[in-house]
């Protein structure tokens, strides 16, 4: 399932048949990834006046309720509307949903009694590159990014120097395997969150911010092509699958 994408004037080459899914999927115990002070998601069967939606009790389907958030409990793309009193729906503000991507690897820099992403380090990391998405991996890079329980551990975040140079530089659509591009605790500033939206200004309503990524390390830094599918929910964020597919030679 060879594809032929004209980008830019250019024409690349993707193997469909082979996408590398960076996302984590939701589970209903406690061995899922969670933050910020929630419990852990659910998914049970619907049990209603006797009926149980369980084959194996009874019944002819299985029929599950599931709870969960989509900040605290699962790969999610969120929009404006996380930070706005005017509601924006991620689901009205995403419509296109293929990118030209790069793909970064940063070991998060020492500041006071934080770990931190900076300016800097995304300057060496993209250099002259003109990308629309940027996925950020940072190190160690452990499996157990896919169960972490991050709440009260002060995961790194971003600066604002930082966020402010891939405004510069076009990216429109940030990935990250953290719980959030701001400091757990910052007295709701949220300061990464205004910036990259632009909320003081003319907001950035087509611009997103995708967490709670994975990316394994068989996937190497480099450019590639992303597809960024999402639930269809109204609602500032829904559930995500991110999809890379490497740029044939």
């Known amino acids: ?12 080459k993707i193997d469909l048949s082979k ?13 899922n990834v969670n933050a910020w002070y929630l419990g852990h998601p659910k998914i049970r069967p619907h049990e209603e006046d006797g009926f149980i939606g369980k084959v194996s009790e009874g019944s002819s389907v299985n029929f599950n309720n599931i709870w969960f958030n989509p ?23 995403l419509k296109n949903f293929f990118f030209l991507a790069e793909v970064v690897t940063v070991a998060p820099e020492k500041k006071d009694e934080d770990l931190v992403i900076s300016k800097k380090q995304l300057q060496y990391a993209l250099g002259n590159k003109k990308r629309k998405a940027l996925v950020i991996r940072t190190l160690p890079n452990l499996p157990n990014k896919n169960s972490m329980q991050y709440s009260n551990t002060n995961p790194p975040y971003l600066l604002e120097d930082a966020i402010l140079f891939l405004k510069t530089k076009g990216i429109e659509h940030l990935l990250i ?21 632009n909320t003081k200004g003319k ?7 995708t967490e709670f990524i994975y990316v394994n390390n068989t996937i190497e830094d480099g450019t590639y092509f992303l597809d ?10 829904s559930p995500s699958r991110p999809v890379l597919y490497k740029i044939m030679d």
Not at 203 to 209: C, G, L, P, Q, Y
């Open 71 to 93: 900040h605290s409990h699962v790969t999610h793309t969120e929009c404006a509307g996380h930070i706005t009193e005017e509601f924006h729906s991620i689901n009205q503000n």
């Open 19 to 31: 996408p590398l899914d960076i996302s984590i999927a939701l589970r209903g115990d406690e061995t």
């Open 177 to 197: 395997d953290l719980p959030s591009v701001d400091k757990e605790r910052d007295e709701g500033v949220l300061i990464c969150h205004h910036t990259f939206w």
């Open 203 to 209: 907001i950035r309503s087509n611009a997103t911010i």
């Open 228 to 237: 960024l599918q999402l639930a269809p929910i109204e609602n500032d964020a």
């Open 1 to 12: 399932m060879i594809a032929t994408i004209k980008y830019n004037s250019r024409n690349y």
